[in-house]
């Protein structure tokens, strides 16, 4: 699943939250972030086998999980 998690607008390597928290360093998979320094992979996953965090391609399709006020019924 895609998180809202990036490098994006920061430097390579630099994963942020939309609110400029950065992304601990203890969710990652072993050997992630991996290959930002090439600007391949600046978004981040949430991989469900292992629920550790992956840097991934943007350009990739998957699902996103969203949170939303009661209100609003769907993304």
């Known amino acids: 699943m895609w998180l809202s998690a990036s ?3 920061s430097a390579p390597g630099d994963f942020k939250w939309p609110d400029s ?3 601990d360093s203890t969710s990652w998979a072993v ?3 991996n290959a930002y320094k090439e600007g391949q992979e600046t978004c981040v996953v949430h991989d469900m086998k292992d629920g550790r965090l992956r ?3 943007c350009t990739k399709t998957y699902y ?3 949170e939303l ?3 609003i019924t769907a993304c």
Do not use: A
């Open 7 to 9: 490098d994006i607008g």
């Open 55 to 57: 840097d991934w391609d």
């Open 64 to 66: 996103v999980l969203c």
């Open 31 to 33: 050997n992630n972030p």
């Open 69 to 71: 006020p009661k209100q």
């Open 21 to 23: 928290t950065p992304v």
